[in-house]
């Protein structure tokens, strides 16, 4: 069982704090981290792959220092992203893309094709650019799963697919824990995904924490529902 632990982090640009003093505990399966527009997310996502340096705060990942891990070494370690953006690589074919994933994570290339048999990618050598979106978030979740990952970050996964291409994927990212053993942690608006998807989910709202827990529990919360589903329940008796 993995456990990633984020203890008292903060981001800070200027006078903006994406992410103020956040501490959020996540274990093992598919972990969401959810919230309205600008609460933190991306941030969090930014903090752990290495591209935001937090001012304070520390992240442990089962007793490794992930924030003495250069940012350049995290794939190597065993850190996977994937964005809101898919980053498929038009002039390169699908596999191609997952080999560039492998050969960055210091994976051999065998490792590619066993992520691509993952996704049952029907058309591993037709170029980026030819892929449909799902293809190319197919793509990116082979990226994700190659070699052995310890902690995967999804990125709204699912951002311009239809409800059953978002079923497909949601099959293939439950599934990561038990097939590669990493820990994954979804960000996305989709409500009904995160139900499906997370075990627990951790909720921010204008960087700091406002709740964590089991999934069903944490979405039927007052202060959740009004925050991010932004519905302010009258208390009757
Ligand atoms: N490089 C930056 N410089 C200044 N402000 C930033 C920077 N990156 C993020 N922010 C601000 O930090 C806050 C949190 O942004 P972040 O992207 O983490 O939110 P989010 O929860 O991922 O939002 P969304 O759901 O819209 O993607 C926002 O107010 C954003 O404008």
Redesign the pocket.
């Known amino acids: 069982m993995s456990r990633l632990t984020l203890s008292g982090i903060t981001v800070r640009?200027?006078g903006?704090k994406?992410l103020d003093d956040v501490s959020l505990a996540f274990e093992s399966g598919v972990c969401g981290v959810i919230?309205?527009?600008?609460?933190?997310?991306?941030?969090?996502f930014?903090v752990l792959s290495g591209f935001a340096l937090p001012v304070a705060g520390s992240v442990d990942l089962d007793g490794d220092d992930l924030l003495a891990v250069p940012a350049h070494r995290r794939a190597r370690w065993g850190l996977r992203r994937s964005f809101?953006q898919e980053q498929v690589v038009r002039t390169l074919t699908a596999r191609e893309n997952v080999l560039l994933a492998a050969e960055h994570s210091g994976s051999p290339a065998a490792d590619a094709d066993r992520a691509l048999d993952y996704v049952r990618l029907a058309r591993p050598h037709r170029l980026g650019a030819e892929l449909t979106m799902f293809e190319r978030r197919l793509v990116d979740i082979a990226s994700c799963v190659v070699g052995t990952p310890r902690l995967v970050l999804l990125d709204e996964p699912a951002a311009g697919l239809d409800p059953a291409e978002s079923e497909r994927l949601l099959g293939l990212i439950t599934r990561i824990p038990e097939e590669v053993g990493a820990l994954v942690l979804l960000?996305d608006?989709d409500m009904d995904l995160v139900r499906a998807a997370c075990g627990t989910v951790a909720v921010?709202d204008f960087?700091r924490r406002i709740a964590a827990g089991p999934t069903l529990q944490v979405l039927s919360s007052p202060e959740v529902r009004k925050a991010y589903l932004g519905i302010d329940e009258e208390v009757t008796t």
Do not use: E, I, S
């Open positions: 640009y200027g903006v994406p919230g309205p527009n600008g609460a933190g997310k991306t941030t969090t930014n809101q960000v608006h921010l960087g």
